[in-house]
Structure formats: structure tokens, C-alpha cells
């Protein structure tokens, strides 16, 4: 298999970047398969000034419907490559092989929602006191920087290229250090589908390193970040000295509620994989469980029966559903989060364990009743790990599901659909889903509430979120 290796500036690969070399691990092997140049920043410069250029000289000005075709051209390249870019995604952060090819056929997704979008999306007209006639238009911003992590490489880069570059912008993106290729096989695959030089710059690189002049170059108009909290706080201090826009998709700590009258079977199958997918690094991981006291027993038997039926193992292989965790570091990462709940005795009744001789894999671990102060209860993990807790009242369980300072998703599971509604209007989240564990579409918002972020992705919402509001005002 070939790899890209080299940052994708101006329509091409460069193979002047000036920054060390990142090797990339297979997490599932521990073993070295690939090494990508990362940027410095002369290389920052050149990206961010072509794609000022490309947003001056072209792309802003070219009319919506060939924007919208080149659009449907990358989604219909994007599919005929799903196999090759989900290899790449599953070699680089260890996904099952399965869970990479959805995510690749959800990015073409992304982009046929929005090159579809781009003849839906305009301004109002305005019936204005003193008359005449008023009307606003959307217009782009110009060079948007898209910071991505590691968890779903492919998927959230193209949540926020595709709907950015709808909008007519341009954009640079960053993918995490350790997760780059499909991101740059993205830059390649755009410029065959005709999407001119310059407007998708892909700059593979340390956010350490490079994010501080990424928010900060003054040719940057916008920031759209996922990440963690804590670098997400970071960023927006900084974009504040520019006045820049940012939207941030962070941290989650999402609750799983179940009352006694839902469906406890479907309740306690789906539920293990709502937290153990994608080996718990994902920021909508139903990471607390609530479950009304009269069904808990019944409860956590099913959901440890439904976890220990998982199949753990290696990510090439077809009917893996839970693979290694990205890295050593993150591996360290969850077992500092056992070694707390061990110190405080509490019951680890599943896993609790690395997996396997070889790779960063980590045993499904169920914890039961932890104090609601504990950090395994209060913190993301972000690892395969859970904990479940059993309650009377239903206003308590709400103040301890909003007693967070995250607010990202959530399920709640009920027949009863006036308190599912009722749940749902209290619990402070951005995403919900009731008997489900659905959290992402791509024609709705995606986004959370208090330190789980600001502003939205997907649906018409993140199209707003990358232009401006202009009004134009014409006297009679
Ligand atoms: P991270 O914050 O460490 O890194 C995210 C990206 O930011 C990477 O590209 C990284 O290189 C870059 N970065 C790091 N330091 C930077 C800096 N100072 N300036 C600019 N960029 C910098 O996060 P991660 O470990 O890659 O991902 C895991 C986190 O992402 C979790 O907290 C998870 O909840 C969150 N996440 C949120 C969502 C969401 O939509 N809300 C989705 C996926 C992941």
C-alpha cells in the first residue's frame, strides 16, 4: 500500500516542508508502517497566502452550480475510493476495518448534502420601517483553518471542509499529527474532482507547534476546531485577540438514562457499543449510564452479557467491532482512570485489563456505582470504559445528569413520550436521542452545550457558521 507523505500545498504535495518527519504506529501491531513530513512555518505561510489567493483569484467568485458540481464531483470521487482511504484510516488509529468505510461513505455524504445545499442557502429580504427596500446576503469569510483530531480522522474533516468550502471559503486544514492521510489523500482526491489549487490546503504538523499561528495569522478569518476542551479554551483566547471566529466542537460526558418502562432488552444490547465504539474515543460516548433503581439488576446483566459478546481483535478483520486504543499515550491515559477507581475500591464488574499480548488494547470495563465525585464518573475517559449508576427520582437524576461541565449528547429511553420530552427539554445538551443512540446526521446540527462547545457542524447551522451576514439597504 502507498501512502502520502507530504503536506498537499497549492494543488500538489510538497516535498519542501521544512519540519521533521512524524512517524506514524499501528496501533494494533506497535509497529512503525508510514512517516509523513510535517509543516513548519515558512510552509504555514505558503498555505494560508495560496489560499487567500485561491479565495481572491477563484473560488469565491465562481458561480454556486459549478461550485456545487465540483462538490458532487469529490463526494462521487470519495465513494470510488472508499476501500483505500478507509485502509489508510484503519492502519493509522486502528478503527475495524467496517466502522472506517462507513465513515468514509459518511464524508461523500457530507459533501453531496452540501454541494446540494449551496442553491438552498441565501439571504431575506426585509420589510424595513422607512421603506425602500432591504436584503441580506450570506458571503463567504475567506480562508477558513479547520483543526481536526484523531478519533474520526475522515468524517470530521470533511464536516467542515465540505460545508466551508460551500459557503465559498477556502480552507486549510490541520488533522491531528498522528492521523494524517486521509486527510491528505482528501486534498489530492478534491483537486481530481476540480476543485482549483490552493482552496483545500492539507498541512499535516504538531497543533502545538503550528496552531498558535494558525488562529493568529492574520489572513485566517475563522477557526473551526475539534478537539479537547482544554486546547478548544486555548484557541479561543487566542482568536480573541483578532476578533476571529471560532466554533469549537470539544469534550462530552453524555448520560445513557433508562426508565424502567423502555424496552430494557434493546436498552441493554445497544447500549455497550454506544460507549465502547470506536474503543470509547468518541465524544458522544454514553459514558454514564442511569438506570431507574427497579430494573437496574436486570439492566447491567444484559449490558455485561451484550459486552462480553463484543468481538475485540484485529481492525483488517472484518467482524472486529472493537479495536486498540490510538496510542500508548492513550492507553496510559484509561489505565490512570482504573488505577483512581481501584484506589476508591469500587466494583469493576467487566474488563478492567490491556487485551491481547500485542497493540493498545483495552478490555470494555464496566464500573458500577461510583461516587458522583469520582473522576471515572465526572471526567471523559475517552476510552472503553463506563459506569452505571441507579436512581429513584427523576428531577434528581436530572440535576446529576446537568451536574457536568460538558453538555455534548445523550439517550434517553422511555415508551413514555411526554417524560421522554419532558427529560429531553431538561437535560442541557446539544444532540439527544430518544430509544436510540443516534447522535450524528448529517442534515441536522451537531454541537454542544457549556464546555462541550460553541457553534454547530452539519446541517444547514454550520453552513451559517461559516459566513458572514451582510445587509444592503436601497432607498426608494
Ligand atoms: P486535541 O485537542 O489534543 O487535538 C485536536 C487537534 O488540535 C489536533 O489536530 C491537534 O494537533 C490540534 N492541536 C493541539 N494543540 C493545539 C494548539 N495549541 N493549537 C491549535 N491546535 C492544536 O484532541 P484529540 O486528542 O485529537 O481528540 C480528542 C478530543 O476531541 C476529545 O476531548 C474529544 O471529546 C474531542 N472530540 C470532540 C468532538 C465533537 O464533535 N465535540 C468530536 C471528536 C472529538
Known sequence: MSYPSEP??????????????????????????????????????????????????SWRDIPPGRRAEILFNIAKILRANVESIAQLESRCVGKPIADARDEVALGARVFEFYAGAVSKFGGQTLPVSRGGFD????????????????????????????????????????????????????????????????????????????????VLHPMVRKISFTGSTEVGRGIMELAARGLKRVSLELGGKSPNIVFADADIEQAATNSPMSVFGNTGQD??????????????????EKFIAATKKLIIGDPASEATQIGPLVSAGQRAVVEDFMASARSQKRS???????????????????????????????EEI??????????????????????????????????????????????????????????????????????????????MAAMEGYTELKNIYIAD
Open 382 to 459: 475517552f476510552g472503553p470504559v463506563v459506569c452505571i449508576r441507579a436512581f429513584d427520582d427523576e428531577s434528581e437524576m436530572i440535576e446529576e445528569v446537568n451536574d457536568s461541565p460538558y453538555g455534548l449528547s445523550g439517550s434517553i429511553w422511555t415508551h413514555d413520550i411526554r417524560r421522554a420530552l419532558r427529560v429531553a427539554r431538561r437535560v442541557e445538551s446539544g444532540v439527544l436521542s430518544i430509544n436510540s443512540h443516534s447522535s450524528v446526521h448529517v442534515e441536522a446540527p451537531f454541537g454542544g452545550f457549556k464546555q462541550s462547545g460553541l457553534g454547530r457542524d452539519l446541517g
Open 135 to 214: 436584503f441580506t446576503l450570506r458571503q463567504p469569510m475567506g480562508v477558513v483553518a479547520a483543526i481536526v483530531p484523531w478519533n474520526f480522522p475522515f468524517p470530521i474533516a470533511c464536516w467542515k471542509v465540505a460545508p466551508a468550502l460551500a459557503a465559498g471559503n477556502t480552507v486549510v486544514l490541520k488533522p491531528a499529527s498522528i492521523s494524517p492521510l486521509s486527510a491528505l489523500l482528501l486534498g489530492q482526491l478534491s483537486v481530481e474532482a476540480g476543485l482549483p489549487a490552493g482552496v483545500l490546503q492539507v498541512l499535516p504538523g504538531s497543533g502545538r507547534e503550528i496552531g498558535n499561528q494558525l
Open 348 to 378: 469493576i464488574v467487566s474488563g478492567g485489563q490491556r487485551w491481547g499480548s500485542k497493540g493498545y488494547f483495552f478490555e470494555p470495563t464496566i464500573i458500577l456505582e461510583p461516587e458522583i465525585t469520582d473522576r471515572v464518573w465526572r
Open 8 to 57: 498537499f500545498i497549492n494543488g500538489r504535495y510538497t516535498s519542501s516542508a521544512t519540519g521533521q518527519p512524524t512517524n506514524l504506529i499501528n496501533p494494533a501491531t506497535e509497529e512503525v508502517f508510514a512517516s509523513v513530513s510535517s509543516v513548519q512555518a515558512k510552509d504555514v505561510d505558503e498555505a494560508i497566502e495560496g489560499a487567500d489567493r485561491a479565495f481572491r483569484q
Open 283 to 300: 465524544c458522544c460516548a454514553r459514558s454514564r449510564v442511569l438506570v431507574e433503581r427497579k430494573v437496574m439488576d436486570c439492566f447491567v
